[in-house]
């Protein structure tokens, strides 16, 4: 059987699954039901030395997408130092403390990580990232908090500095939060050089939901009436943490990266570390769907590897990045689409595409109408739902 065991900066994982910090995470309680379906460790919820001002979580769900987060809890020190020792007391996961600390003052991480790393903490996650704090407040002109969040984490060197502040302080590894905000390929780099042990990719990039048209503008939101930019969570951003991934991968090859955003199955765990992930982080699949549908990744990620020949993670961790390459560079396959009319439904969706005039519908059937115009886009072959178009003459 396929061992999905990882050693994480020193941390050794029973798999590579950690639930992100997050409201999933802010009670022995929900960290214990983390723990039944199959988490290898947990980042506690975030913590401030001093929390900057209060919040509560609300959200906009847009189903089969995702979702919009404006605001969540922030736990004070104290509040953390209990949740961490409890959770180091009363179960057997790996406890990473998430933590924020003063902006531009290097001492106030340093001593907050200490007063977390003395509960019990197995490693530091130095939040530069999160888009809810900070960053809104320094573009409107607002006068806000010090270097907080995903404004912090937009500076390569003060980030470096924070890095090796807290790393100097503390004798657990340290692991930094990217935020996509940034050109996290530095940003990694910076604190890579600088004395941390790890990255974590990605935090949420910034958004605004719909809005009720019919009451003048007002949030969608049942329980709030106002709203502050919010963080994008779910499906929406995997393709952007893909990138960020394989960008940090290419810029630190061995260095142990946390990939995370937007996965939902065991495939995206799959994709993830083939884009280079050494473990993999998880929050809105538990939002969203729960943790029945957590418990089923350790099966699937097994059953693949089985059926592959993988033996253990590394046997794939980065071998999808010989294929990027710059545009000017990329080999062009071509390729026509074949419909596989037994599986065809007749529903149209790849004569609909209004770019494309080459397939028409016949009889409730699709035909290829203009071979010789088709430029092998592959649009209708992405959105057939039976899976009955294959592109003849495309790449092997």
Known sequence: MADIAVDFAG???KNPFIIASSELTNTLEKVKIAEEHGAAAVSTKLAFLHVPFPARPYHIVERNGGFFSPSGERLSVEQAQVLVQQCKEQTELKVIANMMGPGEDLEGWATLGRMLEEAGADMLELNMSCPNVGLMAKQLGVEAPPELGAFLGQNPALAGRVARAVSEAVSIPVMAKMTPEANTRLVSEACATNGAAAVSAINCPQSLPGLDIYRGGRPLYPTVRSQSFAGLCGPWIRPLAYRHVAQIR???????????????????VVEMVMYGATAVTFCSLLYLKGYKAFAKLEGGLRKFMDEQGYATLADFRGIALPYIVTPDKVDYA?????????KCNG??????PGHCECIEMRDGLPVLVRPDE????AVCYFLCPREAIAMQGGAA
């Open 11 to 13: 941390l050794v994982l």
């Open 250 to 268: 290419q810029a630190l090859p061995d260095f142990p990266i946390a990939g995370g955003g937007g996965l939902m199955t065991w495939r995206h």
């Open 334 to 342: 071509g390729g026509v689409p074949v419909f596989d009319l037994e």
């Open 347 to 352: 529903c149209g969706l790849c004569a609909a």
């Open 374 to 377: 088709c430029y092998s886009c």
